[in-house]
């Protein structure tokens, strides 16, 4: 079975500082991850992904992520934050290419100025 | 690429009732999956279709569930004798597996209310 955890419910962070959303994931064999954002009334946006190759993932908004594969970990990352960055992020795991997702329960992002 | 659509956006239903949900995915994408979203939890996967085939179905699919994809293009989602605990969000989703860009894109989902 697989599984994805998000440890913090939410994490505030000022405008301009950087920002780091947590996940750690449980996968039999290689995990394909991802990462999506939803505001409010909208469905789920996708960021970026992990399949294979280098650790640091470069994806939308200026948003990163770094596979760590010794401690299980897809953390989200962005050098400076905004505060249109608010909203709900997601982590994702899947087995394969294309099967089903298993995603965390969310970590809301909330960004003063 | 016109984005993944579902119709209708807002369902309000009386317990026992039948509901259907519509779900177009972009076009060409040869895989469309059904995902359910309740407050405050991350989405849950429900089933999934290559073209028209039904290849997965969650535990979570019970027998008043069903969907289907009839010729491998848009998607229903029918749901009998709704429950209350069947309010959620049904997030319907679509990918074009074998090519790069194989990540699953979502529609704005429909908002199911049971009274």
């Known amino acids: 079975a697989q599984s994805v955890a998000q440890p913090e419910d939410q994490v505030n962070v000022a405008e301009g500082n950087p920002l780091t959303v947590k996940c750690t994931y449980s996968v039999s064999g290689n995990p394909y991850l991802f990462w999506y954002v939803q505001y409010p009334n909208r469905g789920l946006q996708f960021l970026l992904k992990y399949i294979t190759g280098d650790n640091l993932v470069k994806g939308s908004y200026g948003f990163e992520a770094e596979f760590n594969k010794s401690q299980t970990s897809f953390h989200l990352k962005k050098p400076s934050a905004l505060v249109s960055d608010s909203a709900l992020y997601f982590c994702?795991?899947?087995?394969?290419?294309?099967?089903?997702?298993?995603f965390g329960g969310g970590t809301r992002l909330m960004v003063k100025p | 690429d016109t984005g993944v659509s579902q119709n209708p956006r807002h369902k309000i239903t009386k317990r026992g009732q039948n509901v259907t949900f519509r779900c177009d995915p972009i076009s060409e994408h040869n895989r469309l999956y059904w995902y359910r979203q309740t407050l405050g939890q991350g989405p849950e996967f429900l089933t999934y279709f290559q073209n028209e085939a039904q290849l997965e179905k969650s535990r979570l699919l019970s027998d008043r569930f069903s969907a289907e994809r009839p010729k491998g293009s848009f998607s229903t989602l029918e749901i009998q004798r709704t429950e209350q605990g069947d309010s959620a969000m049904y997030l319907c989703?679509?990918?074009?597996?074998?090519?790069?860009?194989?990540?699953?894109?979502f529609g704005p989902g429909t908002r199911l209310t049971v009274l």
């Open positions: 994702a795991v899947s087995v394969n290419a294309g099967n089903m997702l298993t």
């Open positions: 989703a679509s990918s074009l597996v074998g090519t790069a860009r194989n990540e699953q894109f």
